[in-house]
């Protein structure tokens, strides 16, 4: 059995407050058929594929946010998604806010194979913002209001004849990501992402300083993991506030082997070979033969930083 997984990173355009599902859902059915017809097997789609990047927008009253949660995946909107895919055989992933029927509310992504069952699902660990209004800010990023962190750590699971892991946008900034699924043997991360142009405070960074902090979190998780990076924006200007774009596919190596110059619909298609893993795995992170873990420690040990540990020995 062939070790091509051939990928499409579906870029999605801006999403507006007022664009309903069954809207986006047509988008994605779209993107989805012409990956199909250009040789791809699996699509994977952004972070909050399903609705605007709805943490900008401030609640008073958290319930009425629940207006952008799904409460079934799949439910009546994404239905069709799931059965285009299925008619097909194209495998997916997307992001999408989980509200469970406990009532807890995570900003989620699933896996879903060539049948159309939902095989894998992650909860986004590292939740950037904050969660009251910040008057400071030029705009709101309230992800710690809407979302509580992912209680899943970061899986790996057997998915199209190899080894697949899910991380979701701000998890892509934070080596632990990569490196809890490279112990995995994890041979292709996919992670969607909505990344505002501006961060809201700094006057002085650059979209080119922004796009550069993307390209380096993907390409360093890719090379010191010794995987397959495929990284998916929502881009484009949703109701006056810019999201960049960057859409990018990262080899086992950190060389991006494609990258979307857009901020619109579209498809960044690559023939990943899995094998070409090995390689790395094999020998500057041979992990087996390399890591020190009894100086690991304050890695799972410390959440912020302490005192330092020199000695004057
Ligand atoms: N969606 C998401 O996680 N975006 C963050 C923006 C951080 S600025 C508060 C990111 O890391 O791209």
């Known amino acids: 059995m062939s070790r091509l997984l051939t990928v499409a990173a579906a870029q999605l355009g801006p999403i507006h407050r007022a664009d309903d599902r069954a809207s986006v859902v047509r988008r994605m059915i779209a993107l989805m058929q012409q990956a199909k017809a250009r040789g791809a097997d699996f699509v994977i789609y952004p972070e909050l594929a399903l609705t605007t990047f709805f943490p900008r927008w401030y609640c008073e009253d958290r319930v009425e946010a629940d207006q952008w949660f799904e409460t079934a995946m799949p439910g009546p909107d994404t239905q069709p998604l799931f059965d285009t895919a299925r008619a097909l055989g194209m495998a997916m992933s997307f992001g999408y806010a989980e509200l469970t029927p406990e009532g807890r509310h995570f900003n989620s992504s699933i896996l879903v194979d060539r049948t159309g069952e939902i095989i894998g699902k992650y909860r ?16 709101q990023h309230l992800e710690k209001r809407y979302f509580e962190p992912g209680d899943r750590g970061f899986p790996v699971w057997r998915f199209e004849n190899g080894l697949v892991g899910m991380a979701i946008c701000n998890d892509r900034r934070w080596p632990e990501t990569y490196r809890v699924m490279g112990l995995q043997g994890v041979e292709m991360v996919v992670l969607g992402y909505n990344t505002p142009t501006t961060n809201g405070h700094s006057k002085t960074e650059t979209l080119a300083d922004r796009l550069f902090h993307h390209r380096l979190s993907v390409q360093a998780g890719a090379y010191h ?11 484009g200007v949703e109701d006056g506030f810019p999201l960049f774009g ?3 596919i990262a080899d086992p190596s950190g060389k991006i082997v494609g990258e979307l110059d857009h901020e619109e619909d579209g498809l960044l298609i690559h023939a990943c070979d899995l094998d070409a893993t090995r390689f790395g795995k094999e020998t500057m992170f041979n992990f087996a033969a390399h890591r020190r873990v009894e100086h ?3 890695i799972t040990s410390r959440i912020g930083v302490g005192a330092p540990l020199g000695t004057t020995d």
Do not use: C, M
Not at 126 to 131: M, N, S, W
Not at 225 to 234: G, M
């Open 296 to 298: 690991y420690d304050l």
């Open 225 to 235: 993991n010794s995987t397959w990076v495929v990284a998916v924006a929502k881009a």
């Open 124 to 139: 986004k660990v590292h939740l950037p913002g904050h969660a009251e209004r910040d008057p400071t800010r030029a705009h």
């Open 246 to 248: 960057g859409t990018l």
